[in-house]
C-alpha cells in the first residue's frame, strides 16, 4: 500500500483544493467535515478572507458547517501556493471558460499546475475536476507536473474526476453523488478513488483512463445539449403550427419507458451544458471529424435569446406597441431556479437583445440583485411590486422562481411571455403567451 493511500484511509493525510468557487468550496468543506485538514486555494484575496471568517458565499454549503469547521481548524484558506508543499492530495477545481473565439482556455488549469510544481514531493496524489477536453490530463497536465522531475505512476498519483455539481438539487449535493475516477495507471485510480471514497457518501464507478472520465462527462452535458436543442426546435414548430408543446411533452413523458422529458426555455445557462459541446467539437477537429449533430443543437440553443426577444416584439406589435421604446420587466437572470448564479445565463442574453431593438428593459430576481456583464453592471429592482409590473408594457418570465408569486404577475401584467411555462396553473390566461 502507497504512503499516501494509507494516510488517506487513517484520515492524517493533508488535502488541498486549488479553486474555491461552486465546485471547489463544497469539495473542500466535504473533505474537511469527513476529518481531513484541509487547505483552500484561491487567487481572490476575497474569497479566502471570507472563508476564513467563516463567511460562506455558495449556495449548495450550509453555513454553519462553514463555521464550524473554520473554527475547529480543519479548514483553511490561503492565496499562498507554497503551502501545497504540506498537502498530501491537491484537486484541482478551477474554471475552465471558453475564449472569445469559441475554444477551450485552460490557461486556469496551467497557471494551478504550474504553481504546484516546484512544491511536488513524492508519493503526492493529484486529481482534476475541472472540466476539460479528451486527452488533458495526459497529453497537458502531465507533462507540466513531471517538469518537477517526479516521474507520473511512480513518484506521484494523477488522476481525473469530473465534478458533478448541480447548484441548488436539493436531493444530489457533492456528498452524495456518484463519482467516476480514472488515472494515468491503475495505482493511480485506485489512490484516487480511495479518496472519494473515505470522504463521500456515494459509489465511485472507477474506469481506465483519464480521457474515459473526461469523455464521461463531455457525454453528460452533450446529451442533455442535444436533447434540449431538439425541444427548442420542435417548440419553435409548435409555435407555428399552434400546438402548446409543453402539452407534447406532458403527454410524451406518460410513457413508462423510452422517453426522458426535458424542456424548451430561453436558452442554456450555468458553466458546463453551454460550453463543454464546444471542448468536444474544438478536439474532434484535430481528428478531421465534424461533431454535425452536435453543433446542430449548439445552434438551436445559441439562437434560443434572439427568437425569444422576436417573440416578444410580435407579442408587443399584436398589442399595437413598438419594441423600440417599450419597457420590458423581466423576471429571472439566474440561469436556473432558486438559485444565485448567473452563469452564461439565457436571461441576460434575451435583456441584450431587447435593449439592442431600443427597449427600456428592467428585471426582477429574488436570488440575484445585480448582475456584472461585460465590463457593466445592472442593478435588478429591489421588490416585486403592483405598481413595477403594471408600469411594463410586457412582462418576459425567464427563470422558474418557485418564491414568486405568479398570480400576482398575472393579475398586475399587461402581457406575459413565459418562457418556463412556471404560470401553469393559472387558469386566468388571456394575457399570457407560452414558449
Known amino acids: 500500500m502507497s504512503n499516501v493511500k494509507e494516510k488517506i484511509i487513517n484520515k492524517t493525510a493533508t488535502l488541498g483544493v486549488i479553486g474555491l468557487g461552486y465546485v471547489g468550496l ?23 478572507d471570507m472563508v476564513n471568517s467563516g463567511k460562506n458565499y455558495i449556495g449548495d454549503v450550509v453555513n454553519e458547517d ?7 481548524g480543519l479548514l483553511l484558506a490561503t492565496t499562498d501556493f507554497a503551502q501545497v508543499a504540506t498537502a498530501d492530495c491537491v484537486c484541482i477545481c478551477v474554471p475552465t471558460p471558453l475564449d472569445a473565439h469559441q475554444q477551450p482556455d485552460i490557461s486556469y488549469v496551467k497557471a494551478s499546475a504550474e504553481s504546484i510544481v516546484p512544491h511536488m514531493h513524492k508519493d503526492m496524489l493529484i486529481i482534476l475536476e475541472s472540466t476539460t477536453y479528451p486527452g488533458t490530463t495526459e497529453e497537458f497536465l502531465k507533462p507540466i507536473l513531471e517538469k518537477s522531475g517526479l516521474k507520473c505512476g511512480e513518484d506521484f498519483y494523477l488522476a481525473f474526476s469530473p465534478e458533478r455539481v448541480d447548484p441548488g438539487n436539493l436531493i444530489y449535493k457533492t456528498k452524495n453523488t456518484p463519482k467516476v475516477v480514472g488515472g494515468i495507471t491503475p495505482n493511480c485510480t485506485d489512490v484516487a ?17 483519464p480521457a474515459v472520465a473526461e469523455m464521461e462527462k463531455i457525454l453528460e452535458n452533450t446529451y442533455r445539449n442535444v436533447n434540449i436543442g431538439l425541444v427548442n426546435e420542435l417548440a419553435i414548430l409548435s409555435n407555428k403550427m399552434g400546438i402548446n408543446f409543453w402539452e407534447v411533452i406532458d403527454a410524451a413523458k406518460s410513457k413508462p419507458y423510452g422517453f426522458q422529458a426535458f424542456y424548451p426555455g430561453p436558452g442554456l445557462g450555468g458553466h458546463c451544458i453551454p460550453l463543454d459541446p464546444y471542448y468536444l467539437s474544438w478536439k474532434a477537429r484535430e481528428y478531421g471529424f465534424h461533431t454535425s449533430m452536435i453543433e446542430s443543437s449548439m445552434m438551436v440553443n445559441d439562437r434560443m435569446p434572439e427568437y425569444c426577444a422576436e417573440r416578444s416584439s410580435k407579442i408587443l406589435n399584436r398589442n399595437r406597441k413598438a419594441m423600440n421604446g417599450s419597457k420590458i420587466l423581466v423576471l ?24 439592442k431593438e431600443g427597449a427600456e428593459v428592467v428585471f426582477y430576481d429574488p436570488f440575484v440583485s445585480e448582475y456584472h456583464e461585460h465590463g457593466f453592471v445592472k442593478i435588478g429592482e ?5 405598481e413595477l409590473i403594471e408600469s411594463a408594457d410586457l412582462v418576459i418570465i425567464t427563470t422558474a422562481h418557485t418564491n414568486v408569486d405568479y398570480h400576482f404577475v398575472q393579475k398586475h401584467s399587461k402581457m406575459i411571455f413565459d418562457t418556463k411555462n412556471v404560470m401553469k396553473n393559472i387558469e386566468c390566461r388571456d394575457n399570457i403567451e407560452l414558449l
Open 382 to 386: 429591489p421588490e416585486l411590486t403592483k
Open 26 to 48: 463544497p469539495l473542500a468543506v466535504e473533505k474537511a467535515k469527513a476529518g481531513f485538514k484541509t487547505i483552500g486555494f484561491d487567487v481572490q484575496k476575497s474569497k479566502v
Open 66 to 72: 462553514l463555521e464550524a469547521i473554520v473554527n475547529s
Open 193 to 209: 478513488a480511495t479518496l472519494y471514497e473515505v470522504i463521500l457518501e456515494a459509489p465511485i464507478h472507477r474506469v481506465s483512463s
Open 332 to 355: 429571472g437572470v439566474a440561469y436556473k431556479q432558486d438559485i444565485d448564479d448567473y452563469r452564461e445565463s439565457p436571461a441576460i442574453r434575451v435583456i441584450e437583445e431587447l435593449e
